[in-house]
């Protein structure tokens, strides 16, 4: 059964700053990797989608790298932003399963 | 369409009545997901329809709750009997196979009162 990790749940820095969030999964045998944003209330925002024969992929001050024998993903956020505040989530496909497994997020809050 | 549409928007019901949710995915994408999202809770899974596959229904928490996919398309979950307990995000996404990425919609916000 895939199990999908976000460290750390929380997170707080000062505008600026670079954001570092961390996914692991326990089934390394995953079609890809996707990223999400989720602001309070809403719905899910895709940012970033690996495919399993990608190491990372990049969109504007976002980057995501993969590495799929350590069971990891790192989602990198470039001079963040208070705009950036929200929850991050990492989810994979299944392999034999129907279920997206998702993380349990990480809180993000970018003070201005 | 462009995105995944869903609707109502925001919902508001009494105990005991029911209602109906509908999801329009992407067109072309064969898999659609439900989801219900508690407040400051995790996603939890519902149900997946996958073409013309029978439906996995493991996630759906009771018998009050049922969805269909009609025509490989739209889907309208639906929950009868409402409990308070059942207040929560209703999320809905779509996609083309394991390969292809989830797109998710907006959601519609059930309050059952």
């Known amino acids: 059964k895939q199990e999908v990790t976000q460290i750390p749940a929380a997170l707080s820095v000062p505008e600026g700053e670079n954001l570092v969030l961390n996914c692991s999964f326990t089934?390394?045998?995953?079609?890809?990797l996707q990223w999400f944003r989720q602001d309070p209330g809403k719905g899910l925002t895709s940012l970033l989608l690996?495919?399993?024969?990608?190491r990372e992929q990049t969109s504007g001050r976002l980057n995501a790298s993969l590495d799929k024998s350590s069971g990891r993903s790192t989602l990198y956020i470039a001079a963040s932003q208070p705009g950036d505040s929200a929850t991050y989530l990492c989810?994979?496909?299944?392999?034999?399963?129907?279920?997206?497994?998702f993380g349990g997020g990480t809180r993000v809050l970018v003070k201005p | 369409g462009a995105g995944v549409s869903q609707s109502p928007s925001n919902k508001v019901t009494e105990k005991g009545k029911d209602v109906e949710l509908r999801c329009d995915p992407i067109?072309?994408?064969?898999?659609l997901y439900w989801y219900r999202q508690s407040l400051g809770q995790g996603l939890e899974f519902l149900i997946y329809?996958?073409?013309?596959?029978?439906?996995?229904k493991s996630g759906l928490p009771s018998d009050r709750f049922s969805a269909e996919r009609t025509g490989g398309s739209v889907s309208t979950l639906t929950i009868q009997r409402t409990q308070q307990e059942d207040s929560a995000v209703y999320l809905c996404?779509?996609?083309?196979?394991?390969?292809?990425?989830?797109?998710f919609g907006s959601g519609t916000r059930l309050t059952v009162v």
């Open positions: 067109s072309g994408h064969t898999a």
């Open positions: 329809f996958q073409g013309n596959s029978a439906p996995d």
């Open positions: 089934d390394s045998a995953i079609y890809n």
């Open positions: 690996i495919q399993s024969s990608q």
């Open positions: 996404a779509s996609s083309s196979g394991p390969g292809g990425g989830y797109t």
């Open positions: 989810a994979v496909p299944p392999g034999a399963g129907n279920k997206l497994t």
